[in-house]
């Protein structure tokens, strides 16, 4: 059984930054594709950047050059540096573990940009 536990969120002026954390539980992290997601008031969740066990990193659109993910397989960690921050950034952020045909997502934690 995969857990996930994310971290970071918080209350933050337009055009700060945050860094999110996701620490994961079990043996199969380093071997999974990890993913970033998040989900604002009345719309659906929506990816934000994903990251292969190989290092190999994808990105929205909205956050490209704002947003960086990388993961240190060691502590079983996921990362989400979110700079230059927006109001349209507000949402709940997931991650989600794929280790195919299974996935797991975490709780998530509320990222606020205020104007």
């Known amino acids: 059984q995969v857990q996930l536990v994310e971290s970071g969120g918080g209350l933050v002026q337009a055009g700060g930054s945050l860094r999110l954390s996701c620490a994961a539980s079990g043996s199969i992290f380093s071997h999974s594709v990890m993913g970033w997601y998040r989900q604002a008031p009345g719309k659906q969740r929506e990816p934000v950047a994903d990251?292969?066990?190989?290092?190999?990193?994808n990105y929205a659109d909205s956050v490209k050059g704002r947003f960086t993910i990388s993961r240190d397989n060691a502590k079983n960690t996921l990362y989400l540096q979110m700079n230059s921050l927006k109001p349209e950034d507000t949402a709940v952020y997931y991650c989600?573990?794929?280790?195919?045909?299974?996935?797991?997502w975490g709780q998530g934690t509320q990222v606020t940009v205020s104007s």
């Open positions: 989600k573990l794929t280790y195919v045909p299974r996935h797991y």
């Open positions: 990251i292969t066990s190989g290092g190999y990193t």
